[in-house]
């Protein structure tokens, strides 16, 4: 049908309500940025594809309350509980897919090219004893978790820096977690993430996930 005039405004106003409310952010740096460690194959499909689809699915499910578009990803996982109950699941696991992925791109950065610094060696030796012990801590979460999910390295509210891992798309922000705080650091451990690369060693991709952490975004979200 036709539009014109004040009718195509308000289509073109709605349309802009309904569709396309979350968008991926641009990676950081190309696919092939993070090899050999991540390589460029599994990078094009993990954004292009995993991601996508749960950005795509994620505005879905808000389709029937665009005025939950007005919320960040963060308010609409904080506040899980309080969405109609009907979109609750789509939330959890699309939006919690969304919003782990979003992050995690940006907790990585090319080999060498953001090590950590003394001081962030100081904080994580503080916390974990050294940062060889926090290392062997954070891969013990990541490669226990049974299935798919993600380990974590959190900010709690008193300020304390505490390891853990969730099942599926969950993250401690949800208000079911078992110990919330702010994600400062976090790995992928589902399959997709690396099984082009790795096949069924997930340890061996937990060790070369070190080689490419953002320790500067790391220093800069613990601090924040």
Known sequence: MKRTGLSLILFLACSAIVFGQFKQTPLPYKYSALEPYIDSTTMYIHFNSHHAAYCTNLNKALEKYPELYEKSIVELIQGLNALPADIQTAVRNHGGGFYNHSIFWTMMAPAGTAPMSPKLEKILSE??????????????????????????????????????????????????????????LTLDVWEHAYYLKYQSKRAAYIKAFWNVVNWTEVEKLIAS
Request: hydrophobic share 40%; aromatic share 10%; glycine share 8%.
């Open 127 to 184: 916390s974990f004893g050294s940062v060889e012990a926090f290392k062997i801590e954070f891969e013990k979460a990541a490669a226990s978790r049974f299935g798919s999910g993600w380990a974590w390295l959190i900010k709690e509210p008193s300020g304390k820096l505490h390891i853990i891992s969730t099942a599926n798309q969950d993250s401690p922000l949800l208000p079911m977690a078992e110990t919330k705080g702010k994600p400062v």
